[in-house]
């Protein structure tokens, strides 16, 4: 079993920055692929980035690309998402996701067998 939990969250004026952070514990050892999702109001819960914990391979959705960064620190077992440029639209619950894959497909909801609680972004115009 693998238990996540996010932090970070809050409220932030339009073009201000966040840094989500995604704890990691339990059994986390060996390959897997962690991701990013949101979901706003009324919504489908949205990708925006997956990392795969051995190679580092990243991967990103276009909504997000050039202004959101996804890390990983493997020693603390923590992954991370870097926001910057942040938009009212951005606002939605953020939530971390685990899976034991080493390749692949790795960015749908589906792919994912561990998810965090979510953590509430909110950005003022």
């Known amino acids: 079993q693998v238990q996540l939990v996010e932090s970070g969250g809050g409220s932030v004026q339009a073009g201000g920055s966040l840094r989500l952070s995604c704890a990691a514990s339990g059994y986390t050892s060996g390959s897997a692929c962690m991701g990013w999702f949101r979901q706003a109001p009324g919504k489908e819960r949205e990708w925006l980035a997956t990392i795969f914990t051995r190679s580092g391979s990243r991967g990103y959705a276009d909504s997000v690309k050039g202004r959101f960064t996804i890390s990983l620190d493997n020693a603390e077992n923590t992954l991370y998402l870097e926001m910057n440029s942040l938009k009212p639209e951005d606002t939605a619950v953020y939530y971390c996701?685990?899976?034991?894959?080493?390749?692949?497909?790795?960015?749908?909801?589906?792919?994912?067998?561990?998810w965090g609680q979510g953590t509430q972004v909110t950005v003022s115009s």
């Open positions: 996701a685990r899976d034991w894959r080493g390749s692949g497909a790795c960015y749908r909801t589906a792919d994912f067998s561990y």
